[in-house]
């Protein structure tokens, strides 16, 4: 595994990351309209040492973003790593950027809010006893939670 992740197959990678970054920017930009102006912020011409309190207004600035304009940045961020991991690892673009509907990206949605979700009784139960599934599966051959319901 470290000869994929070593100073030579990153560098091969950056394009991509480039691009993909890209993409999300556009993406982002139809999101919030063409009434926003770049907030980016301008460092000063000779900033004094330890002048962090101008940075940290010129960072939080939300100056040009409409109100009502929401991005779900965690969706976003899933969407762009898959595709950014699609076209590094296997040459292939997902394009969950443009098609939220596209099955792999459909996929990973779903495992990651299955995986956000508590596991239940059921699955609380297994971990804090799991010697009494094994007991159970010995006994009747197949674990059924049928009575813990």
């Given at each position: 595994?470290?000869?994929a992740?070593?100073?030579?197959?990153?560098?091969?990678?950056?394009?991509?990351?480039?691009?993909?970054?890209?993409?999300?920017?556009?993406?982002?930009?139809?999101?919030?309209?063409?009434?926003?102006?770049?907030?980016?912020?301008?460092?000063?011409?000779?900033?004094?040492?330890g002048?962090?309190?101008?940075?940290?207004?010129?960072?939080?600035?939300?100056?040009?973003?409409?109100?009502?304009?929401?991005?779900?940045?965690?969706?976003?961020?899933?969407?762009?790593?898959?595709?950014?991991?699609?076209?590094?690892s296997?040459?292939?673009?997902?394009?969950?950027?443009?098609?939220?509907?596209?099955?792999?990206c459909?996929?990973?949605?779903?495992?990651?809010?299955?995986?956000?979700?508590?596991?239940?009784?059921?699955?609380?139960?297994?971990?804090?006893?799991?010697?009494?599934?094994?007991?159970?599966?010995?006994?009747?051959?197949?674990?059924?939670?049928?009575?813990?319901?």
């Amino acid at each position: 595994m470290a000869p994929a992740f070593n100073s030579a197959a990153l560098k091969e990678m950056y394009p991509i990351f480039v691009q993909k970054a890209e993409e999300l920017r556009d993406c982002w930009d139809k999101i919030i309209g063409p009434s926003f102006s770049m907030p980016y912020p301008t460092p000063p011409s000779t900033p004094p040492p330890g002048d962090r309190e101008n940075d940290a207004a010129n960072l939080s600035s939300t100056k040009g973003v409409p109100s009502g304009s929401i991005v779900d940045v965690c969706d976003w961020m899933n969407r762009v790593t898959l595709d950014a991991i699609g076209l590094a690892s296997f040459g292939h673009s997902f394009d969950s950027l443009m098609d939220r509907r596209e099955e792999v990206c459909t996929a990973f949605r779903e495992m990651l809010q299955a995986a956000e979700k508590p596991p239940g009784f059921k699955g609380l139960f297994a971990l804090w006893f799991p010697i009494i599934e094994d007991i159970l599966v010995g006994w009747f051959g197949t674990m059924s939670y049928s009575f813990i319901e």
